[in-house]
Nanobody, 126 residues
Framework: QVQLVESGGGSVRAGGSLRLSCSAS???????????TAWFRQAPGKEREGVAV???????NYTSSVKGRFTVSRDNAKNTLSLEMNNLKPEDTAMYYC?????????????????WGQGTQVTVSS
C-alpha cells in the first residue's frame, strides 16, 4: 500500500525559509522513479492548488506565485520529494500536501493524483 508522509512544516516570519519533505513507501521496487510527484497547498476557504511538480525526468514546473522562491527536488533512490521554500510570504500560509500519480506531470488539478499525504502546515506571519 502506497503511503506518503510529509514533514518539515512550521511557523516562520515573512522572509524566512522552510524545507518540506515527503517520504514515500509501498511503491514496488524502482516504480517511484516513474511517478509524477507534486506539491499542492490549500489555505482555509480556498481550493487546493498546485505549487510545484517534478517529472520522472526531473523536469519541473511551478505556479507563478512561487517561481524564484521555491525549489522542488526528488531523490528516487530514497523515494523522497522535497520542497525548499525561501522568502516566504504570508500568502504562502496553507496546508501543504505531497501527491503522486503515474505518467507525466501535466497541468492537471488535484483530482488527477492518486496518492496523497496527510499534509503539513506552513504558517507565515508578517
Amino acid at each position: 500500500q502506497v503511503q506518503l508522509v510529509e514533514s518539515g512544516g512550521g511557523s516562520v516570519r515573512a522572509g524566512g525559509s522552510l524545507r518540506l519533505s515527503c517520504s514515500a513507501s509501498g511503491f514496488r521496487y524502482g516504480s517511484y522513479s516513474r511517478a509524477c510527484t507534486a506539491w499542492f497547498r490549500q489555505a482555509p476557504g480556498k481550493e487546493r492548488e498546485g505549487v510545484a511538480v517534478i517529472n520522472p525526468s526531473g523536469s519541473t514546473n511551478y505556479t507563478s506565485s512561487v517561481k524564484g522562491r521555491f525549489t522542488v527536488s526528488r531523490d528516487n533512490a530514497k523515494n523522497t520529494l522535497s520542497l525548499e521554500m525561501n522568502n516566504l510570504k504570508p500568502e504562502d500560509t496553507a496546508m501543504y500536501y505531497c501527491a503522486a500519480k503515474w505518467g507525466l506531470c501535466l497541468n492537471e488539478g488535484p483530482e488527477e493524483y492518486t496518492y496523497w499525504g496527510q499534509g503539513t502546515q506552513v504558517t507565515v506571519s508578517s
